[in-house]
C-alpha cells in the first residue's frame, strides 16, 4: 500500500512554562539568562530536609488554561512524585500531577483546509521543571545548572485527533496564541519555555484500530514538528510495507540528518514509581477560585477573530493576522477607536506597520507614537494632504522618532500639492516638452498616459496629487 | 548534687534567679560529656564553641532581664538529623559525612530564638532507620542503664545522653516509635506529637507522611516546656497544621480523676516479656487507684500494622534518599567512571545494609504491577487503622499499653535477625500510622534494673491530655530522680 492508504494518529503533549515571578515550590526567581545557579536555594536545590510549599499563582494559571480549553477544573487533585536519577533532577524525584490532574476533557478548535475542527484536550498538570546539563564544559566534565530547576510547568495533552502534521502544527500554532493571550507561556520554542513532543502512528485506511505509537522528542520549533511528523509516517509506513512491525519507542528529532533515531525502547522505559506525593495535601480549588477565573478569561483568539471580521468589516485573512498576538490585537483597536475604516486601517497594518516593526525588530509595547498619531496620518492620505507613498515615509519616520505626523510632513515638506494651478503649469511644461508622445497618445496609443504622470509626478519631486494630476492631464489631452 | 542531675525547669528557675549562670550549667554538660559519653557515646559531634557561645548570649539576656523564653539559657542536645546551620549534620549516614547545612531547620531555629544552648548532635540509626542504633554509619550508642544493651533507636543518642544526664533535654524525631521506644530503655519521657503539629522542615525525611519531631526530657514537665516552644505551625511545612498552641504546663496537675483510659486487648499479647507485662498492668491499677476509669478497647487492625508500616515507610523513603546521588553534596565516590557508576558507587559505598534493605523493599513495593497490591493495599489498612482508633477515642479519653514488648537489649542480639528487630516497635507504629500523639513515660524498672516505659496515645493535638495522665503518675513516683549507674 502507498503512503495514501494509511492514515497518521498524532497527538502532542506540550510542556509549557508559565510566567509567575518565582518558582513552583520556593520563592526563587524564573528569570531566563540568569548566571549558572544563582536563582537557587535549599528547595530547588533539594538539600536534605527540605519541604516545597505551592506557589498559588500556578494555580490560579492552570485554572485559567483549563477554562480557556473547555476543561472540567477539578475541585481536587494530587501531587505525585515520578521518581528518577538525573543529574538536573535535584531530588531525584519531580513533583508532578499523575493520575488525579488539575484539569480534564477540554477541547480547542482549529482551522484545517475542510473547516473548522475540534481537537480534544484529554488532561492538563501542573509541574516543575528540572535543570540542565552542561556537557563537554571543560576538562572532560559535565556540569549542571539549576536555575531551571523548580520552575513551573504546564503539561497538555492532547487525544490523538490529529490526522496529519500540517493539523498538528495547526493545533500547536493555536494552542500558543491560546496560552500568550492568556498571559500565562511567553510561547518561545527557542529557548524552550514552550515545547512539544509528539505521539505518532500510523493505521490502514479505514481502519479503526490504531497503530503502535511513537514518541517523538527535540521537536523545538513548528518546522521540525512538521518535518519530523511527515519523516515518522514515512518511516513507519515502510516498516510496515517491508513486513516489519512498528515497535513503542521514543524517538529523537536529529535536525541536521532530517531523520528521527529510536532514542530507548519501550523495554528501556523507566519505571516512574509514581506515588502520592507526601510533603503536599491534596489541592482543593473552591468553586469561588474557578468562578472568579472564569470571570477573568480575556477574549480568546477565535472569538476575537470573529469578532474583527464582524465590528471592523475585515476579511478573514486581515482578521486572523491581527489578531494572532494579544499586544497587536489591542494595538488595533486602540487605532480602531480613532479611525473608522477597518479596512483601510488593516492595509495600513499587515504593509507598512508590520513590515517596519519586522524589519527594525521592536517590540510593539516599545512603539513610539501614539493610535492616535496613527489615525492622524491615515486622515491627512484620506484628505490629500499627503500622497499615500509620502504616509509611509511619515509613518516610518513616526517610528523612528515618535513625532507628530504633522510635524514630520511639515518639516519634510512632504505635504501633497493640491493646487490647481501649480498642476497645470507642471503638466503645460511637460506636454510641451514631449510633444511626440502626445502625438502618439492622440492617434490612439493610451498607454502612453502613464508616461506623463510619471513625469508630472517626478517633476514634483511625488508631492503632486495623483487624482489632480490625472484630472488635469486628461483635460489637457482632450479626453 | 550535679548541676546536671536538675531538671530543665529547676534549672530555668536558678537561671532565672541568676543563682546559676547558662555559661556554668553548658560547662556542666561539657564536662558531664567529657566524664562519661566515652561510654556511652552519645554524641556524634560536640559544638563546644557554639553552645558557649549562645550561653554566654543567654546570661547577657538575663543580666539585662530580658529573657528569650522561660528556658532561656538551658543546655540542649539534637538528634543529628536536624539541619543546624555551619554545623555537620549526617543523619548517621557515611553519605552525609562532611556535610555541613547551610539553613537551621525550623525547630533548631526556634530554640535558638528561645535562647537554647545547643550543645551537639547525638547518634542515631542511619535515617532513622532502626530501632537500636546500630545502624549508625559511625558507632552504636550504649544504654546508661546496662552498657552492654542498646538505648533503643532510631533517637538512641538523644534518649542516652538526657538519660546519662550529659544533657537536661533533646529533640528526637519519631517515625515508628524512634522518639517513645529509646525513652522506655532509658528511664525517660518522649512525645511524639500529633503529626503536624511540630514542622519537619529542615529535618532530614526517612518517610514523610509519619515522621514527627518531638521532645525528650526527664520529666513530663520538661517535655511539656520544650514541647511548648516548637509546637508552632510553619509556612514553609505544607503538612504542618494551622492550630493553635495550647499552655502545655496548664492542666499538667489535674489528675486522671474521671478520665476514662482504653486497654487494648490487641496490645497485650503472646511474647511480651512477662516483667513488662507485670509492670505495666501495676500501673493501669495505679491509674485505677487515681481515679480513672479503666475501658476494655480494640484496636483490631493492630496486627496489620508492622506490614503497613514497613511498606509505607519503605516506599516514602525509597524515595525521600534518591537526592543522596553524590552529585551536590555529601559524599561522592570520585573514582568513578560515567553517570551509572557514579550513583551506584557513591550509594553502595554511602548507605549502610539497613538503609538498603528498605531502599529496595520500597523500590519494589513502589513497582509497576506491585504498586496495587503492596503500596496501595497498605494506604488503605493505614485508614483502617486510622478508623480503629477513631472508634476506639469514642468511648475513652486516651490509650494506655506497653511501649516495647521487651526491656533494652543487648547490643548486637538482633543485629542479624532485621525481622525480629521490626517487631520490636509493633506497638509504636499504629501511632504514626494513624497520625497520633503518643508519649512514653517511665513506669518501672525489671528485677534486673532496666527501664520500663508506659505508652499513652491520644486524639489527635490532645498533647496537653496525654501530659497530664503522664504526669499523674509521675507524681506518685520518683523514678526520674533515680540515676543511671553509670
Redesign the interface.
Known sequence: MPVSDFQPVIGLEVHAQLLTQSKIFCGCSTAFGAEPNRNTCPVCLGMPGVLPVLNQRVVEFAVRTGLALECTVKKTSVWSRKNYFYPDLPKGYQITQYDLPICEYGRLVIDTPQGEKVIRVRRIHMEEDAGKNVHDAGGGQSLVDLNRAGVPLLEIVSEPDLRDADEAVEYLKTLRDVLMYLGVNDGNLEEGSFRCDANVSVMPKGSSTYGQRCELKNLNSFRFLKQAVEYEISRQVDVIESGGKVSQETRLWDVNKGVTRSMRSKEEAHDYRYFPEPDLPPLHVSDEAIDAAAKALPELPRAKLTRFMSQYGLPAYDARILTAERPLADFFEACAAHYADGKKLSNWFLGELMRLLKEEGTPLSALAFTPAQLAELLGAVDKGTVSSNAGKDVLGEMFRTGKAPSDIIAEKGLAQVSDTGAIEAVVDDILAKNAGEVEKYRAGKKQVFGFFVGQVMKAMKGKGNPALVNDLLKKKLGD | MQLTDLTMLELAAKLAERAVSSEEATRACLERIRQVDSKVRAFLRVDEEGALAAARASDARRKAGSPASALDGVPLGLKDIF?TEGVE?T?GSRI?EG?V???D?TVVRLLKDAGLPLVGKLNMDEFAMGSSNESSAYFPSHNPWDLARTPGGSSGGSAAAVAAREVFGALGTDTGGSIRQPAAFTNTVGLKPTYGRVS??????Y???LDQPGPMARTVADTAALLQLIARHD?????SAAVETPDYQADLEAGVRGLKLGVPREYFIEGIDPEVEASIRETLREYERLGATLVDVSLPHTKYALATYYLLAS??A??N???Y?G???GQRAKDARG?KEL?ALTRERGFGPEVKRRIMLG?YA???GY?DAY?LRAQKVRTLIREDFTKAFQQVDAVLSPTSPVPAFKLGEKVDDPLSMYLMDVFTLPCNLAGLPGLAVPCGFTKAGLPVGLQILGRPFDEARLLRIARAFEREHDFFRRPAPL
Open positions: 539541619l549534620t543523619a552525609l556535610f547545612p547551610p539553613y531547620a519537619r522542615y529542615g529535618v532530614i525525611a518517610a514523610s507522611s509556612p514553609q511545612d505544607s503538612t516506599s516514602e525509597s524515595s534518599l534518591a537526592r546521588d552529585i551536590r553534596y553517570l550513583y523500590t513502589l513497582s509497576a504498586y503500596y
